[in-house]
């Protein structure tokens, strides 16, 4: 692996080039399908496309919209409506803009403000969010594991229908992230936080009536706490040392936040390495402990951020100008000196702004996505357009990280420091591979999707579980899917059932297909979890399936209701319920 020299402005103009041709979410690889630079950078000339308008313009065009403050799909339209939206959108940073409505404080906070409701309906749907995480913390663990609060099996998830009223428009555009919120008791109340491709997080109270809060919205909130492309979103609960009960995102716009649900609420600009004007985040992971951010970058390096750093008082979002809005340290100056007043405020120097930078490359292209082993494994998974399935020790990134920023400090390069730091297993698709996730059971199997027409499962052929140690990771199941999305749909993600025996993603015929995805059985594994290969040595590549009930087709769930193509799915972890997204910024609840 590679590092680079130091300082998140001092990539070299072909390595600017990579990244901006990265900008684009959907990876597309394949020929005639080119990236288009970011919004930051020159616009090269391309063929003729569908006419974009630039950020300022998007700015001064506001948007209209209808109840939800979203203009609605006509039914039967499906796909030629999506395209329309889309064709304002597909340039990876969205219409974006929204994030200048409000300007942030020095700090970088922005209010709990939304863009279509009322200020009594934030409030209101404030309360039920901190109502529903103060719940979900008091609930114990026995309560967590009580029959029918162990998520959904692909069986069941086979046999899910889909309702008029479960569907709605809950972003302005295309959804890049789907989370369920967290809400304890006995009727646990559905709240799914989307993002999308303008920098929006939209909230919706999925089951809420004409009493409940944002009713006049039905029951959606749209917020920007950032000016681009939303890369990343992640919940933190409460096992959350630090900031418990945050939503947390990471953006294109070079921007790391958090949604505190205490104060008021609050949007917090967290601490982020370089700066904003020169950084884009394109995959984001937290630890669970919400110490420690983990941020990947279109050129294929990886950062790490302590969060319990003070955050640069920088407003990072919305485009504002950095110098106008938060180069001044001004915000509790007279605390700090005692209760006096001060009669200049204190200009931050550039280093203070941008916080420190690790630069290690881990991959020769964007990296699309990080996913932390869930229980507990220091195991991390990556994903990367150059096909690369990665499994590292998050120790020894860590380490090549900081001793990245050590030799750049002293003047050099910490290219070898990068070197040493390699992958447990490396894996390999023969196209852009868009995503890989571990599944929630601990099984430590990993899920990825590729443009090479693959959903693939790997995992350790020898071990399972607490025996894996991710050095010895192979192929134990291929399925053949088309992820040919094109150039208007947000490529596809599939993602483990909640029980993590089948596999969900979307489908180009407007459905959700469901694949069965077993554990491998104990006769398929070595003998009580055989001695694992060399490190380095490269693992024996296992085709097809090791296990043959592996990879079928349960199901394509689709209905009169679902008039797109869904390319994110969300399975609730405790209920069963399943939401699935369009790129027309459409959820659809299926249950």
């Given at each position: 692996m590679k590092a680079r020299t130091s300082g998140a402005a001092k990539a070299t103009p072909t390595q600017i080039a990579q990244g901006s041709k990265a900008r684009d979410d959907h990876e597309q690889d394949q020929a005639g399908q080119g990236h288009e630079p970011s919004a930051k950078r020159q616009r090269v000339a391309k063929p003729p496309l569908p006419p974009r308008s630039t950020r300022a313009t998007r700015a001064k065009q506001g948007s209209g919209g209808s109840a939800a403050g979203l203009k609605e799909e006509p039914a039967g339209q499906g796909d030629t409506v999506e395209l329309k939206q889309e064709d304002q959108v597909a340039d990876g940073g969205g219409s974006g803009g929204g994030a200048g409505a409000t300007a942030p404080d020095l700090a970088g906070r922005l209010p709990f403000r939304s863009e279509n409701g009322k200020p009594d309906s934030d409030a209101a749907f404030l309360q039920v969010l901190a109502a529903g995480a103060e719940a979900a913390q008091a609930g114990s663990g026995a309560e967590a594991e009580a029959p029918g609060r162990n998520g959904a099996g692909g069986e069941a998830v086979s046999k899910f229908g889909l309702v008029e009223k479960d569907v709605a428009k809950v972003t302005k555009d295309g959804v890049t992230h789907l989370v369920w919120l967290p809400s304890g008791g006995a009727d646990e109340r559905l709240l799914l936080a989307a993002a999308?491709?303008?920098?929006?997080?939209?909230?919706?109270?999925?089951?809420?009536?004409?009493?409940?809060?944002?009713?006049?919205?039905?029951?959606?909130?749209?917020?920007?706490?950032?000016?681009?492309?939303?890369?990343?979103?992640?919940?933190?609960?409460?096992?959350?040392?630090?900031?418990?009960?945050?939503?947390?995102?990471?953006?294109?716009?070079?921007?790391?936040?958090?949604?505190?649900?205490?104060?008021?609420?609050?949007?917090?600009?967290?601490?982020?390495?370089?700066?904003?004007?020169?950084?884009?985040?394109?995959?984001?992971?937290?630890?669970?402990?919400?110490?420690?951010?983990?941020?990947?970058?279109?050129?294929?390096?990886?950062?790490?951020?302590?969060?319990r750093d003070k955050p640069r008082p920088v407003a990072a979002s919305g485009g504002a100008d950095a110098k106008a809005s938060g180069a001044v340290e001004a915000e509790g100056a007279a605390a700090a000196d005692g209760g006096k007043d001060q009669s200049k405020p204190r200009v931050l120097g550039a280093e203070e702004l941008a916080g420190p930078v690790g630069n290690l490359m881990i991959c020769s292209r964007k990296i699309n996505s990080l996913h932390l082993e869930p229980s507990g494994a220091p195991l991390l998974a990556t994903s990367c357009s150059d096909g690369s399935v990665g499994v590292w020790d998050i120790r020894m990134l860590e380490r090549g990280v900081a001793g990245v920023v050590a030799a750049a400090k002293a003047g050099g390069s910490g290219g070898s420091i990068g070197a040493k730091t390699k992958p447990l297993s490396l894996l390999q698709h023969a196209k852009s591979c868009h995503a890989a996730y571990w599944a929630p059971n601990g099984s430590k199997r990993l899920l990825s999707t590729s443009y090479d027409d693959t959903l693939r499962v790997w995992g350790d052929p020898t071990a399972a579980g607490a025996a894996a140690d991710g050095g010895c990771f192979s192929q134990l199941l291929s399925i053949s899917h088309n992820n040919q999305t094109g150039r208007w749909i947000t490529p596809f993600r599939a993602v483990w059932s909640?029980?993590?025996?089948?596999?969900?993603?979307?489908?180009?015929?407007?459905?959700?297909?469901?694949?069965?995805?077993?554990?491998?059985?104990?006769?398929?594994?070595?003998?009580?979890?055989?001695?694992?290969?060399?490190?380095?040595?490269?693992?024996?590549?296992?085709?097809?399936?090791?296990?043959?009930?592996?990879?079928?087709?349960?199901?394509?769930?689709?209905?009169?209701?679902?008039?797109?193509?869904?390319?994110?799915?969300?399975?609730?972890?405790?209920?069963?319920?399943?939401?699935?997204?369009?790129?027309?910024?459409?959820c659809h609840i299926w249950r």
């Open positions: 999308d491709k303008g920098g929006r997080v939209s909230m919706w109270d999925v089951d809420g009536d004409e009493s409940g809060p944002a009713a006049e919205t039905d029951g959606v909130l749209m917020f920007a706490p950032h000016g681009e492309y939303v890369s990343g979103m992640r919940w933190l609960g409460r096992e959350a040392a630090v900031g418990a009960n945050r939503l947390v995102t990471a953006s294109y716009d070079g921007s790391l936040r958090a949604l505190d649900l205490g104060d008021g609420g609050r949007w917090l600009q967290l601490p982020a390495p370089g700066k904003p004007e020169d950084a884009e985040w394109s995959a984001l992971e937290v630890a669970a402990d919400g110490r420690t951010a983990y941020l990947g970058d279109p050129m294929g390096f990886f950062e790490l951020v302590d969060l909640a029980v993590s025996d089948a596999v969900l993603v979307g489908s180009m015929k407007r459905g959700l297909d469901v694949f069965t995805a077993p554990s491998p059985p104990a006769a398929h594994l070595g003998a009580g979890g055989a001695k694992s290969p060399a490190r380095g040595k490269k693992p024996p590549v296992v085709a097809g399936s090791a296990d043959p009930a592996g990879g079928q087709l349960l199901a394509t769930l689709s209905s009169e209701y679902m008039t797109a193509i869904p390319s994110r799915a969300a399975p609730h972890p405790h209920l069963p319920v399943v939401a699935a997204a369009t790129s027309s910024g459409r």
